[in-house]
């Protein structure tokens, strides 16, 4: 039988949050098309909210100037392996190295050799017993979620309910943690050859996240990441 888990858990203080406390990451950036991790990032700015970050080896090969504002900015950078292969695919060594060659790589943007990430996520979110074997090979702590809005399989035109149900989400549950893609690296369910309706159009996130913050901020909500709640990482090492 294979043993085959995700990362959601659906309460907050299954990944470790407080009550009140959210956490957001993204995954799969950097993104420089229509400049959408970038402006993520000046949104965060904006409202002095930390997140984590889950960027892909690859794209961080292709833009590691975004990597390091990330990293200088203090976010959490969250190693989510070299190419993005599908986990069932891939057996333990193989998932070994492209784990260890994306540490590599946000060593080599940053000028940090032998740099060692403490968390990862799963391309995906599955976790698979290869998955498990590596994180705990290398000592990563596992990325979870409380939520999975299903945003890459929105565009600009649609994108809003995803973004309501994420709120609703977290204003329910008194916080929670949640995942916005920056970049396009799932394919598609159906191509659309229409920019302003394809889901790898990304252009709608940055506004997005600056709703989400400016209304659960409103609520009272705080954002945090795991190294500012030491009960997080251990929690959610002992849910992995
Ligand atoms: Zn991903």
Same mark, same amino acid.
């Given at each position: 039988?294979?043993?085959?888990?995700?990362?959601?858990?659906?309460?907050?203080?299954? #990944?470790?949050?407080?009550?009140?406390? #959210?956490?957001? !990451?993204?995954?799969?950036?950097?993104?420089?098309?229509?400049?959408?991790?970038?402006?993520?990032?000046?949104?965060?700015?904006?409202?002095?909210?930390?997140?984590?970050?889950? $960027?892909?080896?690859?794209?961080?090969?292709?833009?590691?100037?975004?990597?390091?504002?990330?990293?200088?900015?203090?976010?959490?950078?969250?190693?989510? !392996?070299?190419?993005?292969?599908? $986990?069932?695919?891939?057996?333990? #060594?193989?998932?070994?190295?492209?784990?260890?060659?994306?540490?590599?790589?946000?060593?080599?943007?940053?000028?940090?050799?032998?740099?060692?990430?403490?968390?990862?996520?799963?391309? *995906?979110?599955?976790? !698979?017993?290869?998955?498990?074997?590596?994180?705990?090979?290398?000592?990563?702590?596992?990325?979870?979620?409380?939520?999975?809005?299903?945003?890459?399989?929105?565009?600009?035109?649609? *994108? !809003?309910?995803?973004?309501?149900?994420?709120?609703?989400?977290?204003?329910?549950?008194?916080?929670?943690? *949640?995942?916005?893609?920056?970049?396009?690296?799932? $394919?598609?369910? #159906?191509?659309?050859?229409?920019?302003?309706?394809?889901?790898?159009?990304?252009?709608?996130? $940055?506004?997005?996240?600056?709703?989400?913050?400016?209304?659960?901020?409103?609520?009272?909500?705080?954002?945090?990441?795991?190294?500012?709640?030491?009960?997080?990482?251990?929690?959610?090492?002992?849910?992995?």
């Amino acid at each position: 039988m294979l043993s085959l888990f995700t990362i959601m858990r659906r309460k907050p203080s299954r #990944v470790g949050l407080k009550s009140d406390e #959210v956490m957001l !990451t993204f995954d799969d950036g950097p993104n420089l098309e229509d400049n959408v991790t970038p402006e993520v990032l000046d949104v965060l700015h904006q409202h002095s909210v930390k997140a984590g970050f889950c $960027p892909v080896g690859k794209q961080i090969r292709r833009h590691p100037e975004v990597l390091q504002r990330m990293y200088h900015s203090g976010h959490l950078l969250i190693n989510h !392996t070299q190419n993005h292969f599908h $986990p069932m695919r891939q057996k333990y #060594v193989a998932l070994l190295e492209e784990v260890e060659s994306c540490d590599r790589t946000i060593g080599e943007a940053l000028g940090i050799p032998d740099y060692r990430s403490d968390y990862f996520r799963a391309p *995906y979110g599955i976790v !698979t017993l290869a998955v498990r074997r590596v994180t705990r090979t290398l000592g990563m702590t596992p990325v979870l979620l409380t939520h999975y809005g299903y945003d890459t399989r929105v565009g600009p035109h649609n *994108y !809003t309910p995803v973004v309501d149900k994420m709120i609703a989400n977290a204003k329910r549950r008194n916080g929670g943690m *949640y995942v916005f893609h920056d970049g396009s690296l799932c $394919p598609p369910l #159906v191509p659309e050859h229409d920019w302003n309706r394809s889901v790898e159009n990304r252009s709608w996130v $940055p506004e997005a996240v600056d709703r989400v913050i400016t209304e659960l901020k409103a609520e009272g909500l705080k954002f945090v990441l795991p190294h500012q709640n030491a009960k997080v990482a251990q929690t959610v090492k002992n849910a992995a």
